[in-house]
């Protein structure tokens, strides 16, 4: 398989088309070779546009899923984030060859091995530990993205931004057909949520709602 044809039909085809035009964010999507942070037998499926299975109850968000939290959170060279449910570390390998300094918290030993074996040459640092709980020893963030879905803005990561930093979370019931992705600035930012757009995405490990993943 051409992955280097297959990645460049991606951005062209699933993530330009949708109102993605920083070109710095589609340059990182162009060279990271998304493939290899898919299980071996699943490398073909790495530019599809659909969720693809990464482990017992994970799956990953598609290209434009993640070309749009990444968007949302305005990330840019120097910013530091906190990407929670940092899975096998493809959008953390994103976001550094952006320049942008990664926290990559995950709560699977497994998948945070091998993102952490990906990404050694880059900005990123790891933690195994509880999504719900953030990383306060490394606040404050100037973004937070959320990789998947929480019923409510987690008032305990908010406290985690700096006063104008952003969290991304896509917010909704796990038996929902839409959810909200949703944008907060700064520690009281949960008092005037903005909603951007709908879209659906897995429950995330780790809070109330996670009941592993819908079909």
């Known amino acids: ?8 039909n991606m951005v062209k085809s699933q993530v330009q088309p949708h109102e993605v035009i920083d070109e710095t964010l589609l340059g990182s999507m162009m060279v990271v070779e998304r493939e290899h942070f898919f299980p071996e037998d699943r490398q073909f499926m790495a530019y599809s546009d659909m969720p ?6 994970r799956r990953c968000l598609t290209p434009m899923q993640i070309a749009w939290l990444i968007k949302s959170a305005k990330v840019t060279e120097n910013t530091k984030v906190l990407l929670i449910g940092a899975g096998t ?3 953390a390998a994103l976001m550094a060859t952006m320049g942008a300094k990664v926290c990559a918290l ?3 030993q497994t998948l945070a091995s091998k993102g952490e074996s990906l990404t050694k040459d880059m900005d990123v640092t790891w933690k195994v530990g509880d999504h719900s709980q953030g990383w306060a020893d490394a606040a404050p963030f100037d973004a937070i993205i959320l ?10 990561l908010a406290k985690q931004l700096d006063a104008y930093g952003t969290m991304i979370a896509v917010v909704g019931m796990a038996s929902e057909p839409t959810m909200s992705a949703t944008r907060i600035v700064g520690p009281t930012g949960l008092h005037h ?6 879209t659906r995405i897995d429950p995330l ?3 109330a709602q996670d ?3 819908q079909l």
């Not at 949520?193 to 709908?198: A, D, F, G, T």
């Open 1 to 8: 398989m051409d992955f280097a044809l297959a990645r460049t």
């Open 52 to 57: 693809v299975a990464m482990s017992e109850g």
């Open 89 to 91: 570390g493809y959008e």
């Open 106 to 108: 995950e709560c699977d």
């Open 147 to 156: 990789t998947g879905a929480v019923e409510e803005m987690p008032a305990n």
């Open 193 to 198: 949520p903005e909603k951007l757009y709908e």
């Open 205 to 207: 490990p780790g809070f």
């Open 211 to 213: 009941e592993g993943f």
